[in-house]
């Protein structure tokens, strides 16, 4: 290695350093490859990681270990050679069902060669919630207890691994999450930009009896899943009310896909409604319209009535609209009779 090449590495993680927004002094070094050692987790816990990621970098992970030997409760795998980002659990030494998504945030790419990257895992009841750079990017359901973690490991291409860990009342956390990016829909005004993923959309005029919402979009080519939620609120935890969750899910291997309705109150989820088989092609556009009627909500893909869900709870609640997965949406409208 010739000085004037390591002069240049030098000057290349400065400079990435000096365009990192989001330094955590109060971050503890640790080493890749060996297990940090984690206070006890529980619903409120989160763990604050910053790294950074060399020229020359094809993938990384970040694994929240187990007591039990072979066992890992969150296996976060950015693969940059792909542009995707894996996450998954093992259990007794085997892989389980992946999730994957092709992330793109405020500035493209969330995960840049030559960069830091700051990353927030939040616990909630149910699910870990992950922001990237102050912006929130997913969730990964809990598969094993968590108080059965103990520890984070961190392998391959990533350099100048630190760790927090501190507790939080909401998430996003102001004091560390960018303002959540709100949108305004108003009737017959069609919002046709700024629709990256995920989007809050305020809806003034709420989403009453006669309300109809039009949706045009795309499905990603891999998808696993996505959302959308007519809820209560603009955070996501404490967990909203949600008067309606529509959840198509996509499953390889022997899971047939799925689309999921349902609605959380009283603080869980209530009864899921499930319809096999799916409509939404991946790669394919497709305009989705959701009516409210007086006996529930009526689900329309282009022109097929794909469900029906009835109102559990009143649709005066709804004020905010919550879009997140593997689509692409082109334009929202809504309107009012």
Same mark, same amino acid.
């Given at each position: 290695?010739?000085?004037?090449?390591?002069? !240049?590495?030098?000057?290349?993680?400065? *400079?990435?350093?000096?365009?990192?927004?989001?330094? &955590?002094? +109060?971050?503890?070094? @640790?080493?890749?490859?060996?297990?940090?050692?984690?206070?006890?987790?529980?619903?409120?816990?989160?763990?604050?990681?910053?790294?950074?990621?060399?020229?020359?970098?094809?993938?990384?992970?970040?694994?929240?270990?187990?007591?039990?030997?072979?066992?890992?409760?969150?296996?976060?795998?950015?693969?940059?050679?792909?542009?995707?980002?894996?996450?998954?659990?093992?259990?007794?030494?085997?892989?389980?069902?992946?999730?994957?998504?092709?992330?793109?945030?405020?500035?493209?790419?969330?995960?840049?060669?030559?960069?830091?990257?700051?990353?927030?895992?939040?616990?909630?009841?149910?699910?870990?919630?992950?922001?990237?750079?102050?912006?929130?990017?997913?969730?990964? !359901?809990?598969?094993?207890?968590?108080? *059965?973690?103990?520890?984070?490991?961190?392998?391959? &291409?990533? +350099?100048?691994?630190? @760790?927090?860990?501190?507790?939080?009342?909401?998430?996003?956390?102001?004091?560390?999450?960018?303002?959540?990016?709100?949108?305004?829909?108003?009737?017959?005004?069609?919002?046709?930009?700024?629709?990256?993923?995920?989007?809050?959309?305020?809806?003034?005029?709420?989403?009453?009896?006669?309300?109809?919402?039009?949706?045009?979009?795309?499905?990603?080519?891999?998808?696993?899943?996505?959302?959308?939620?007519?809820?209560?609120?603009?955070?996501?935890?404490?967990?909203?009310?949600?008067?309606?969750?529509?959840?198509?899910?996509?499953?390889?291997?022997?899971?047939?896909?799925?689309?999921?309705?349902?609605?959380?109150?009283?603080?869980?989820?209530?009864?899921?409604?499930?319809?096999?088989?799916?409509?939404?092609?991946?790669?394919?556009?497709?305009?989705?319209?959701?009516?409210?009627?007086?006996?529930?909500?009526?689900?329309?893909?282009?022109?097929?009535?794909?469900?029906?869900?009835?109102?559990?709870?009143?649709?005066?609640?709804?004020?905010?609209?919550?879009?997140?997965?593997?689509?692409?949406?082109?334009?929202?409208?809504?309107?009012?009779?």
């Amino acid at each position: 290695m010739s000085r004037e090449w390591l002069r !240049a590495v030098v000057a290349r993680r400065n *400079e990435a350093f000096n365009n990192f927004q989001h330094v &955590d002094p +109060e971050a503890v070094a @640790v080493n890749v490859s060996t297990i940090h050692k984690l206070n006890e987790l529980k619903p409120t816990s989160a763990i604050i990681v910053t790294g950074y990621i060399p020229i020359e970098a094809i993938r990384f992970s970040i694994n929240l270990k187990c007591k039990t030997s072979g066992n890992i409760a969150l296996h976060f795998n950015p693969r940059l050679d792909r542009g995707y980002v894996v996450r998954n659990s093992k259990f007794k030494g085997c892989w389980d069902v992946e999730e994957t998504c092709s992330p793109a945030g405020s500035r493209g790419y969330v995960f840049r060669r030559n960069s830091f990257f700051h990353l927030t895992i939040f616990c909630t009841i149910n699910e870990f919630q992950i922001a990237i750079d102050g912006e929130h990017f997913c969730a990964f !359901a809990y598969r094993m207890p968590l108080e *059965e973690i103990v520890g984070i490991e961190f392998n391959d &291409d990533v +350099e100048e691994p630190k @760790v927090r860990q501190t507790n939080i009342s909401m998430y996003p956390d102001p004091q560390i999450c960018k303002p959540t990016r709100i949108l305004e829909l108003l009737d017959d005004k069609p919002l046709d930009s700024n629709l990256e993923l995920p989007i809050v959309v305020d809806l003034p005029k709420g989403f009453g009896i006669g309300a109809k919402l039009l949706m045009k979009g795309r499905l990603k080519l891999l998808p696993h899943s996505f959302y959308i939620n007519l809820q209560k609120g603009k955070m996501i935890y404490p967990h909203p009310a949600i008067a309606l969750h529509l959840n198509p899910r996509y499953h390889y291997g022997n899971q047939p896909s799925c689309l999921v309705m349902n609605c959380w109150n009283n603080g869980k989820w209530d009864r899921e409604e499930r319809h096999d088989g799916q409509t939404w092609c991946p790669g394919r556009e497709f305009l989705l319209t959701i009516r409210c009627e007086y006996e529930g909500y009526v689900i329309w893909l282009n022109d097929r009535m794909i469900g029906e869900f009835k109102h559990r709870l009143q649709p005066s609640v709804i004020d905010t609209i919550r879009i997140t997965g593997d689509l692409v949406v082109y334009e929202m409208l809504v309107s009012y009779s």
